[in-house]
């Protein structure tokens, strides 16, 4: 079977977004690219939108696109509190219909299972987490977090980032030998030193480890496009990632 292809609308940049009108106006790009779903980021919201998750999701729905919620905020907070905006975030994500709010993880330290299962008890939505690019997300804190929840059978799974790991300075191969069993949805991604940090880079400017990481995760699990998605022609760049993704 083949696998679930997302494109996550922050891959066109967050300028790009607001010329074209927001989120909404990238869905008939992504539909007709040959994706089969779409990833939604709070933080792209214009006005219109964040009003109107409703309509969001049944655009979303008239073009047979999955959806998926992406909110930049974290599931634990500095002060190793749970977020107490997650349940808002699980509800903002089935208004728009979306089978997944992705999160990051967070500063935890220990988990607090009966407040958490109340909140994703009470929601339709997989709440997955993500390794994101600060010391909170390192393969430690990751596994610990995750070994818990699955000891307390919590309705959650990861978001692999396979960019991500190089922010953090580890191994992302080392990351998805321990991690995959936990993964139900992968963002691609690559990237290059620049600077001091990194910046994630198209998959044809990059070399083929992309490709050994990538099968390394579960192959039934969805891909998300989450590197650069720039160019004269945004729907054949799209279309392109779209088809390579799908074959890899």
Avoid at 70 to 77: D, Q
Wanted: charged letters at 20%; glycine letters at 6%; proline letters at 4%.
């Amino acid at each position: 079977m083949k696998p679930e292809i997302i494109v996550v609308t922050a891959a066109y940049g967050a300028q790009k977004v607001a010329e074209l009108g927001g989120q909404t106006a990238l869905l008939p790009l992504i539909k007709q690219a040959g994706a089969d779903g779409v990833e939604i980021r709070r933080e792209l919201f214009n006005e219109n939108e964040l009003c109107l998750l409703h309509a969001l999701g049944n655009a979303i729905s008239q073009h047979q696109l999955s959806a998926s919620y992406s909110v930049p905020e974290a599931l634990w907070l500095d002060d190793g509190a749970l977020n107490p905006r997650l349940a808002q975030f699980l509800q903002e994500a089935e208004q728009i219909g979306a089978k997944r709010l992705k999160v990051a993880l967070g500063h935890f330290v220990e988990l607090d299972a009966s407040a958490l299962r109340a909140v994703l008890n009470a929601s339709t939505v997989t709440l997955v987490v993500e390794n994101d690019q600060t010391p909170d997300s390192k393969l430690a804190p990751m596994l610990r977090f995750f070994h818990q929840a699955c000891d307390a059978a919590l309705p959650l799974d990861m978001t692999f980032d396979m960019g991500n790991w190089q922010w953090t300075g580890e191994d992302g191969l080392q990351a998805a030998a321990q991690l995959s069993r936990y993964v139900s949805y992968i963002h691609v991604k690559t990237a290059v030193p620049h600077g001091e940090t990194f910046r994630a880079i198209a998959l044809d400017q990059a070399d083929d480890s992309w490709r050994s990481l990538l099968n390394a995760l579960p192959t039934d699990a969805p891909r998300g496009i989450e590197f650069p998605l720039e160019g004269a022609d945004l729907l054949a760049v799209t279309r392109h990632y779209v088809d390579l993704l799908r074959a890899a």
